[in-house]
């Protein structure tokens, strides 16, 4: 049954009626009407609808509704919320990475996650932070250049 | 043919979209023209192709769009080239029956070679017409004028001067066109205007940059997935686990607790719609439903080759240069020795990066839209009008980005979904599939076994012989005008129309006598089959040169020749040997006459060299492997990329767009499999059915772009993906010694050969 829940998604404070079972994915895109995060599988293995919960990467297609708590979630939409993109947002448009672009929030969240902790990784650290993550257009040479661009913006 | 065209009349009238959808180009659109001021669409007209807005910028309506390789943006560098405009003076409204004419969509890599030749005829014919404008506004004869940047100028008298803008900016052209009469990749139309000379182009060459890539990273426009319209329903179909079964029992009340969820449910097609997503994929998940029951339709997967091998062929064909089969059987019987290999390739998937989606609003009375990520908008329009019971002019299809397309993927179906559900509840219907049926529902390259036999004489090869046994091509056509191609439609009693065709290598090998042939098999299943066959990324391109690349390499080793030396000898046409000697040069390919199995310790590492035509287009691959002997896990390190498709028109796209297809090629080379069992595929997500790792990436792609400043551009949206497979295999033997006849490379495959 539905359950009143709050949540604090690119620093705004929304309250929604929903089954509290109900994957995150589907309050943002549905309820909030935030089209950034993307259906890629449902099972957590693509990365298409990754967001940050207080800087962490999650799975949103995956996390019950009713399970973030107080957790501040950002969106990819959210990082330029002022109008200007993230550094990695920017590093990836500078780097014309996508193809389709619809598995972009796992990449860009996931690297944002990343060079919060790890400013200047090596190859192999990027690689290990981004392993798992689809694109299936394999635009995989030019996600490197651009993780390795703003790691160095 | 010519009510398909009129029907834009309709269309041109119907007015602008009244509900909010953002899509890419449509505000450019909408600040310059009120579209119900535009004249009816006709391939006869002018203002068809191509407009100028009142700022002197044109818009060109083209019928195709990009599927995220740039296509647009070489399409606008042709037209700006022959308007004299810089490129980004030029916008590119794609894929949209309301706003272009029919030009096939994405198709064949046609995108540059075909579509955008046609606008940019029309762009000629646009700068010809504000010449002649300008001759009489300025009183020049029209030879005095000369264009830049939207400025026509006298040139005997350079104060005479007028602009694209002042001339007809924001209204249309006027002008009747002579076109060929055909819809779809080859609609083109003449211009009186002399083309420019590939020796004046300032645009053509320039990396242009991409125009998609901004809106997708910062989340500021609506994939299909994201359209919303008012009182729209989500809705989600109930596919069977066996295939071939279908409901014949439906508990509708067991998901009663779910607010607004219905079933629909009409012959096989079993759905489920709610307002909110969620509660659609929970209702989707809940229904009780009983199915019949039916003899499970497949063999087992080990029995694939053997089924191929054994099974009746029910169409067969060839290539048009073959040549009487008892002239090959003789120059057989005149050949020392003769050596044969057959070589076998999986059924693969697009697994598109999310199942497909597409949005209808069905308006019995008035225009249906449809909201789709297909790469064929205007045919699936046409397709959704028929299985609507409406007429094509009552359907508007516009295409809008959605989650991966690499040909004739999930998308068609659920545009049809989408349409039959909308009519069920006269609302507007937003479909989209789940991972499973993304994944395992969706058509599929087809299976194949491909046996080459070469005579040889004195060492050289008199009689070749190539020849395909696969499922169809085409069991669902990649046009999706026809419902007969439409999963949902053919749950619905609509008969299967398989296309029942193959391919043949492509390359100018000059042997003796060399014959190309193919037969095709039924399908397991005729209808509504989630093994049913059509069109991925370079159809049939890469398993074929696969087999053809493979043995040209075994049949150089066996003659003790260099596999490079030995493509060379044979290639006829020098744009083959070009491509094939720059990629070698650029690898520093080391020359052998045996697989040199370099070893690092448990690493072998070796290079291979594969390439191919595609419709002109030359590409040579060297790829270089690292096979760990111990795992049977190979890495591809690094691919060189020789590339001719003729003149190049945007560098840096094209080079991002060969990588592309390089990695996605690997995939297919080392990963993809669809896996099934006697009932069902169970290649239904991405831990079933793996994709290149970011770890698995080459480290380097080196690319060649052999530019061609005079010849036409032959098209680059697949040519690469061709003989990424061969070169991979081919590399492997080097490093091993064992040569992969079959597809994919996996740890298991690898440790078996080398066993």
């Known amino acids: 049954m539905a359950k009143r829940i709050e949540l604090n998604v690119d620093g705004k404070a929304h309250t929604i009626d929903a089954d509290p079972d109900m994957p995150l994915l589907y309050a943002l895109r549905d309820d909030l009407g935030l089209k950034n995060p993307k259906f890629g599988c449902g099972l957590a293995q693509c990365g298409a609808c990754t967001v940050l919960i207080d800087g962490q990467p999650v799975r949103s297609c995956s996390m019950p509704v009713d399970s973030i708590g107080k957790g501040k979630i950002t969106t990819m939409g959210g990082l330029n919320a002022n109008g200007k993109p993230h550094k990695v947002q920017q590093a990836f448009i500078d780097e014309q990475v996508p193809q389709c672009g619809y598995c972009m929030n796992g990449w860009i969240m996931t690297t944002v996650s990343l060079l919060e902790k790890t400013p200047k990784p090596t190859d192999a650290q990027i690689e290990d932070a981004l392993t798992g993550l689809k694109c299936r257009c394999a635009t995989h040479a030019s996600i490197m250049r651009a993780v390795r661009r703003a790691a160095t913006a | ?755």
């Open chain 2, 1 to 755: 043919m010519n009510s398909h065209i009129n029907r834009r009349h309709f269309l041109g009238s119907a007015g602008a979209l009244t509900v909010s959808v953002l899509l890419p180009g449509q505000l450019a659109q909408a600040a310059t023209f009120g579209a119900d001021k535009r004249p009816p669409l006709d391939p006869k007209k002018l203002a068809s192709y191509i407009s100028i807005r009142a700022d002197g910028s044109a818009i060109a309506y083209f019928g195709k769009m990009d599927m995220g390789q740039g296509t647009d943006v070489g399409v606008a560098q042709m037209v700006a080239e022959e308007l004299d405009l810089p490129a980004d003076k030029v916008i590119v409204l794609a894929g949209d029956s309301g706003t272009s004419l029919n030009q096939g969509g994405a198709s064949g890599s046609t995108g540059v070679s075909h579509g955008g030749a046609t606008l940019r005829n029309a762009a000629a014919e646009a700068r010809y017409v504000l010449l002649e404008l300008a001759s009489k506004q300025l009183e020049v004869p029209m030879e005095d004028l000369s264009t830049a940047n939207g400025v026509i100028t006298s040139k005997s008298n350079p104060a005479k001067k007028t602009t694209y803008g002042e001339l007809i900016g924001g209204r249309w052209f006027e002008t009747e066109v002579e076109w060929n009469g055909k819809v779809g990749n080859d609609l083109s139309m003449k211009t009186r205007a002399k083309l420019k000379d590939p020796k004046d182009y300032k645009v053509y060459g320039t990396s242009q940059p991409r125009r998609d890539v901004e809106w997708k990273l910062l989340g500021t426009s609506d994939y299909v997935t994201d359209i919303k319209l008012p009182g729209m329903l989500h809705a989600r179909t109930i596919l069977p686990t066996v295939a071939g079964s279908v409901p014949t029992a439906v508990d509708e009340a067991s998901i009663k607790d779910i607010p607004g969820a219905k079933v629909i449910w009409d012959k096989g097609l079993l759905g489920v719609v709610a307002p909110k997503e969620w509660d659609a994929i929970k209702a989707s998940r809940q229904l009780k439903v009983t199915w019949s029951v039916v003899k499970a339709p497949f063999p087992d997967q080990k029995d694939l080759y053997t089924h191929i091998r054994n099974a009746k062929s029910i169409k067969s064909g060839g290539s048009a240069k073959n040549v009487d089969p008892a002239k090959v059987e003789e120059a057989f019987k005149g050949a020392d020795k003769v050596i044969e290999a057959t070589y076998e390739w999986p059924f693969q998937s697009h697994a598109s990066m999310g199942p497909a989606c597409a949005v209808v609003d069905y308006q019995p009375n008035g225009i249906t839209t449809l909201w789709t990520g297909s790469q064929k908008p205007h045919f699936a329009g046409d397709g959704v009008a028929k299985v609507l019971g409406l007429k094509p002019e009552q359907v508007r299809g516009i295409w809008a980005a959605g989650p991966g397309s690499y040909g004739r993927n999930d998308a068609g179906d659920a545009a049809v979904f989408a349409a039959l559900f909308s009519k069920a509840t006269g609302k507007p219907v937003r479909y989209q599939g789940m991972r499973h049926e993304g994944s395992g529902w969706d058509p599929k390259s087809p299976a194949s076994i491909h046996t080459i036999r070469a005579g040889l004489k004195d060492g050289k090869v008199v009689a070749w012989h190539f020849h395909s046994k696969a499922f169809d091509r085409l069991n669902v056509s990649s046009n999706e005008s026809d419902p007969s191609d439409n999963l949902g439609a053919q749950m619905i009693g609509y008969a299967a129309k398989p296309g029942l065709t193959y391919a043949t290598p492509e390359e100018s090998y000059a042997f003796p006598v060399k014959q190309q042939t193919w037969e095709v098999i039924p399908p397991f299943l005729e209808l509504v089959s989630p093994l049913r066959s059509s069109h991925l990324r370079d159809p049939l391109g890469p398993e074929i040169h696969f087999a053809n690349e493979g043995f040209v390499d075994e049949v150089a080793y066996a003659t003790g020749q260099d596999p490079v030396a030995y493509r060379l000898s044979l290639a006829a046409e020098q744009r083959d040997k070009d491509a094939i000697k720059a990629a070698a040069d650029k690898a520093g390919w080391k020359t052998r006459t045996a697989a040199r199995k370099e070893m690092k310790g448990d690493i072998a590492t070796g290079q291979g060299i594969a390439f191919s035509q595609r419709n002109g287009t030359r590409v040579a691959i060297v790829a270089e492997v690292d096979v760990n002997m111990k795992t049977g896990k190979v890495h591809a390190r690094k691919f060189t990329v020789a590339h001719d498709c003729g003149i190049v028109i945007n560098p840096r796209l094209l080079t991002q767009g060969i990588e592309g297809n390089i990695c996605q090629g690997l995939s297919r080379a080392v990963h993809e499999e669809v896996m099934f069992s006697k009932e069902n595929v169970t290649s239904v997500d991405w831990l079933t059915y793996p994709i290149l790792d970011i770890t698995e990436r080459p480290h380097e792609i080196d690319v060649v772009l052999i530019n061609r400043q005079n010849l036409p551009p032959n098209g680059a949206g697949e040519g690469s993906m061709r003989p990424v497979v061969a070169a991979v295999a081919n590399a492997i033997y080097d490093a091993t010694g064992v040569r992969m006849r079959q597809g994919p490379f996996t740890p298991d495959r690898l440790k078996a050969g080398m066993a």
